[in-house]
């Protein structure tokens, strides 16, 4: 008998050679097999008479062939095939190259089909290379809606759906995690159809239903996995924070501006889940510049006024140290402590510490706030009252970990034996509400879609052109003469190794000092350097001792230099608009006007980059990157397990709503799913392979 388990290699229809090539895939099991689906397919669905094929045309024609023979060329290495294929109403030619296979298959006299398109030479119409099979066969290569397979290492098409045709015909159970009711009620196909209409469809809306029922397991699951992880997180205790007073107003007070609408309603999400004795899990879903970092600030004041410990994890040393300074300012009329504990530095106030001597204070209950990277909950750091986990996400903080990360927030609350701390995200990029809701629906959800007023859009262009290019950088060299700072970002993608990363941002950064900006004092900053010496650059940066800075997008610009008034990004067509908003967002923090000139390379596309032109809004953005690249570029969700598929439709709002209504009506009827006992097996299984919260 085969099932989902059996292994490949236990099958019938197997060459071992084609093992590893598949094992290389990540195909082991037949179940892996029958979830490869092909990435398109070709239409030869119509079967003519010799007589009536067209040239261009994709079609399919079944005859009887003559002799194959094979004919010289004038290229040695090259071999080719030619057969005649003759039918009541005509003939035409078929020809293969290089494919000696074709001569081991293929006699005179044998009836096949043939699928292909249909081309014309000096001697008439033929078929080049075409799919075929014998005419007796079940139409699996030909004559129908034929599915094409990403083909890699050596794996066909035509070998690929051979195997899974065999599959198919041996009847093997697929159970279905999904209630027969819902699918019923939302006219979705039971899961072993859908798999047929993914392999071998009638048609190509066949496909589409089969691609939505897919689709909608993925959000099924996600959705019962979140409503699961919120209950399971409000069953936890947490120390309660009660209501002070005019404690928003007199926070404001302390703050140089006024808070925008949103971070009031945010603050005010938040100092209500603070009141609560079970514990926030909260999302501040921002745009870039909207002012996360004082609402940050806003809940561990309200925590340090009770005398608990607040932590913040910064995504890097660079951005913990930036925040260090930061909330010193926000807190320097308060009685509060603040910590910076990282591998570089320790600092308790402006005072320069040890490691140990700090970890002793931190124990001690001495500062309020914790300010460092995520290695502070993985490292041997001990709290006297930690209350309130803040992590900052940046761009590094993939959804994975997360979900680590909170995990080790519940171990990390020493003090609170019974309690564990409030939790409270910041998004580096504003999230697209369904991309939010679909993944992140155990968070509750602030957005920040405001930015403060007085903060003038920064003007952006693009310059494609040698010309303009000369125009932006003396444009760079006049701000420069008036005193303000310029960023360089180059587009160096993470896949790029280091050390050639290293090499060209050396190089760049030579150009830029000795030719474009002679005058002027270039910083570099790579991905290669020690963290101390990305620190020192960037303080001599923000002191203005660094006029220009050369950053590549590996290292963190989550940082903030109110100074600097332009942004120029090289290869920008390389970069998500999300991420390219979040670089725009480095300039325009202070009440100057700023400028972002993206600078796309020599054959790059840039169409996609007017959309930065034309809006300065996050979130818009943010869906225009969902609609143009998909889900996979948002926050590490490529790497989380979650099938292609099913992301293609992860914008689907309507999709998501449903799914989200059915998996609370299941979970309210049957909490523990008794009654579903495949679904619980396939939620199982998701929280073994996948990874969201
Ligand atoms: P982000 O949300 O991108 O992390 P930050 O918290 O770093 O943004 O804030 C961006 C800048 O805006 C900082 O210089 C901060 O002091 C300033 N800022 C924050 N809130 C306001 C506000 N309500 N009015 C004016 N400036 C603000
Ligand atoms: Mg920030």
Same mark, same amino acid.
């Given at each position: 008998?085969?099932?989902?388990?059996?292994?490949?290699?236990?099958?019938?229809?197997?060459?071992?050679?084609?093992?590893?090539?598949?094992?290389?895939?990540?195909?082991?099991?037949?179940?892996?097999?029958?979830?490869?689906?092909?990435?398109?397919?070709?239409?030869?669905?119509?079967?003519?008479?010799?007589?009536?094929?067209?040239?261009?045309?994709?079609?399919?024609?079944?005859?009887?062939?003559?002799?194959?023979?094979?004919?010289?060329?004038?290229?040695?290495?090259?071999?080719?095939?030619?057969?005649?294929?003759?039918?009541?109403?005509?003939?035409?030619?078929?020809?293969?190259?290089?494919?000696?296979?074709?001569?081991?298959?293929?006699?005179?006299?044998?009836?096949?089909?043939?699928?292909?398109?249909?081309?014309?030479?000096?001697?008439?119409?033929?078929?080049?290379?075409?799919?075929?099979?014998?005419?007796?066969?079940?139409?699996? *290569?030909?004559?129908?809606?034929?599915?094409?397979?990403?083909?890699?290492?050596?794996?066909?098409?035509?070998?690929?759906?051979?195997?899974?045709?065999?599959?198919?015909?041996?009847?093997?159970?697929?159970?279905?995690?999904?209630?027969? $009711?819902?699918?019923?009620?939302?006219?979705?196909?039971?899961?072993?159809?859908?798999?047929?209409?993914?392999?071998?469809?009638?048609?190509?809306?066949?496909?589409?239903?089969?691609?939505?029922?897919?689709?909608?397991?993925?959000?099924?699951?996600?959705?019962?996995?979140?409503?699961?992880?919120?209950?399971?997180?409000?069953?936890?205790?947490?120390? #309660?924070?009660?209501?002070?007073?005019?404690?928003?107003?007199?926070?404001?007070?302390?703050?140089?501006?006024?808070?925008?609408?949103?971070?009031?309603?945010?603050?005010?999400?938040?100092?209500?889940?603070?009141?609560?004795?079970?514990?926030?899990?909260?999302?501040?879903?921002?745009?870039?510049?909207?002012?996360?970092?004082?609402?940050?600030?806003?809940?561990?004041?309200?925590?340090?006024?009770?005398?608990?410990?607040?932590?913040?994890?910064?995504? $890097?040393?660079?951005?913990?140290?930036? *925040?260090?300074?930061?909330?010193?300012?926000?807190?320097?009329?308060?009685?509060?402590?603040?910590?910076?504990?990282?591998?570089?530095?320790?600092?308790?106030?402006?005072?320069?510490? $040890?490691?140990?001597?700090?970890?002793?204070?931190?124990?001690?209950?001495?500062? #309020?706030?914790?300010?460092?990277?995520?290695?502070?909950?993985?490292?041997?750091?001990?709290?006297?009252?930690?209350?309130?986990?803040?992590?900052?996400?940046? *761009?590094?903080?993939?959804?994975?970990?997360?979900?680590?990360?909170?995990?080790?927030?519940?171990?990390?609350?020493?003090?609170?034996?019974?309690?564990?701390?409030?939790?409270?995200?910041?998004?580096?990029?504003?999230?697209?509400?369904?991309?939010?809701?679909?993944?992140?629906?155990?968070?509750?959800?602030?957005?920040?879609?405001?930015?403060?007023?007085?903060?003038?859009?920064?003007?952006?262009?693009?310059?494609?052109?040698?010309?303009?290019?000369?125009?932006?950088?003396?444009?760079?060299?006049?701000?420069?003469?008036?005193?303000?700072?310029?960023?360089?970002?180059?587009?160096?993608?993470?896949?790029?190794? $280091?050390?050639?990363?290293?090499?060209?941002?050396?190089?760049?950064?030579?150009?830029?000092?000795?030719?474009?900006?002679?005058?002027?004092?270039?910083?570099?900053? *790579?991905?290669?350097?020690?963290?101390?010496?990305?620190?020192?650059?960037?303080?001599?940066?923000?002191?203005?001792?660094?006029?220009?800075?050369? #950053?590549?997008?590996?290292?963190?610009?989550?940082?903030?230099?109110?100074?600097?008034?332009?942004?120029?990004?090289?290869?920008?067509?390389?970069?998500?608009?999300?991420?390219?908003?979040?670089?725009?967002?480095?300039?325009?923090?202070?009440?100057?006007? #700023?400028?972002?000139?993206?600078?796309?390379?020599?054959?790059?596309?840039?169409?996609?980059?007017?959309?930065?032109?034309?809006?300065?809004?996050?979130?818009?953005?943010?869906?225009?990157?969902?609609?143009?690249?998909?889900?996979?570029?948002?926050?590490?969700?490529?790497?989380?397990?979650?099938?292609?598929?099913?992301?293609?439709?992860?914008?689907?709002?309507?999709?998501?709503?449903?799914?989200?209504?059915?998996?609370?009506?299941?979970?309210?009827?049957?909490?523990?799913?008794?009654?579903?006992?495949?679904?619980?097996?396939?939620?199982?299984?998701?929280?073994?392979?996948?990874?969201?919260?």
């Amino acid at each position: 008998m085969i099932s989902l388990q059996t292994p490949l290699a236990e099958l019938s229809s197997m060459k071992k050679n084609f093992l590893p090539k598949l094992e290389t895939l990540g195909l082991v099991s037949v179940r892996d097999l029958l979830f490869h689906f092909p990435v398109r397919y070709e239409d030869f669905s119509t079967i003519k008479p010799l007589a009536e094929v067209v040239e261009n045309e994709k079609t399919t024609v079944e005859g009887t062939l003559s002799a194959i023979v094979e004919k010289k060329t004038w290229k040695r290495s090259m071999r080719i095939f030619e057969a005649e294929l003759s039918d009541d109403s005509g003939r035409i030619r078929l020809v293969w190259f290089n494919q000696k296979l074709v001569t081991d298959q293929l006699k005179s006299g044998v009836r096949i089909r043939v699928s292909g398109k249909v081309e014309s030479d000096r001697d008439g119409l033929v078929f080049r290379s075409p799919f075929f099979e014998h005419a007796s066969r079940r139409p699996t *290569h030909t004559a129908r809606l034929v599915p094409i397979y990403p083909e890699t290492y050596g794996l066909t098409s035509k070998f690929l759906r051979w195997q899974i045709e065999f599959l198919f015909g041996k009847k093997i159970a697929v159970p279905d995690p999904v209630p027969e $009711t819902i699918l019923a009620r939302l006219h979705l196909p039971p899961t072993p159809r859908a798999l047929r209409m993914m392999h071998f469809p009638a048609s190509l809306t066949e496909v589409e239903v089969a691609k939505k029922r897919l689709a909608f397991d993925a959000m099924f699951l996600s959705q019962l996995k979140s409503l699961e992880l919120k209950s399971l997180w409000k069953k936890e205790q947490a120390v #309660s924070f009660p209501d002070i007073p005019e404690f928003l107003e007199t926070f404001e007070k302390t703050l140089p501006f006024a808070l925008t609408g949103a971070q009031q309603n945010a603050a005010r999400d938040i100092l209500a889940d603070l009141r609560k004795d079970v514990p926030m899990n909260r999302l501040i879903n921002g745009d870039v510049g909207s002012g996360k970092t004082a609402v940050a600030a806003l809940s561990a004041r309200r925590v340090a006024e009770d005398g608990f410990q607040t932590a913040l994890l910064a995504p $890097t040393e660079v951005l913990a140290f930036q *925040h260090f300074t930061t909330f010193r300012n926000f807190f320097s009329h308060t009685p509060f402590q603040i910590a910076l504990l990282t591998r570089s530095y320790h600092f308790l106030d402006a005072e320069k510490s $040890t490691k140990e001597t700090l970890k002793n204070a931190i124990r001690a209950g001495l500062p #309020s706030i914790i300010i460092g990277t995520h290695a502070l909950l993985q490292d041997d750091v001990r709290f006297e009252k930690l209350a309130l986990v803040i992590v900052d996400e940046q *761009h590094r903080f993939g959804v994975a970990e997360r979900g680590k990360l909170q995990e080790k927030t519940k171990v990390a609350a020493d003090g609170l034996p019974s309690a564990i701390p409030h939790f409270l995200t910041l998004t580096a990029t504003p999230i697209p509400r369904t991309l939010a809701l679909s993944f992140l629906g155990n968070l509750d959800l602030s957005v920040l879609d405001e930015v403060p007023k007085n903060r003038p859009p920064v003007v952006t262009k693009i310059a494609a052109t040698r010309e303009a290019r000369e125009t932006v950088f003396k444009f760079s060299r006049q701000e420069l003469k008036r005193g303000r700072q310029v960023f360089v970002i180059l587009p160096l993608v993470e896949t790029s190794s $280091t050390l050639s990363e290293m090499k060209t941002a050396k190089t760049k950064h030579e150009k830029l000092s000795t030719k474009i900006f002679p005058e002027f004092h270039v910083g570099l900053l *790579h991905g290669k350097m020690k963290s101390s010496d990305k620190e020192s650059v960037l303080r001599k940066f923000k002191e203005g001792e660094i006029n220009v800075l050369v #950053s590549t997008s590996v290292v963190e610009v989550g940082i903030d230099i109110p100074n600097a008034t332009v942004m120029i990004i090289e290869n920008a067509e390389r970069f998500g608009l999300s991420q390219l908003h979040q670089f725009r967002g480095r300039v325009g923090r202070g009440t100057e006007s #700023s400028y972002c000139f993206l600078l796309p390379g020599k054959n790059g596309d840039h169409d996609r980059l007017n959309a930065l032109v034309e809006s300065g809004n996050g979130f818009f953005l943010a869906e225009k990157d969902l609609e143009l690249r998909g889900p996979g570029s948002f926050f590490g969700l490529r790497q989380s397990g979650i099938p292609d598929i099913a992301m293609s439709h992860l914008g689907n709002a309507r999709l998501i709503a449903i799914a989200k209504k059915e998996a609370e009506s299941i979970l309210e009827r049957d909490p523990e799913l008794v009654e579903f006992p495949l679904l619980k097996a396939a939620l199982q299984e998701l929280s073994d392979n996948v990874h969201l919260e």
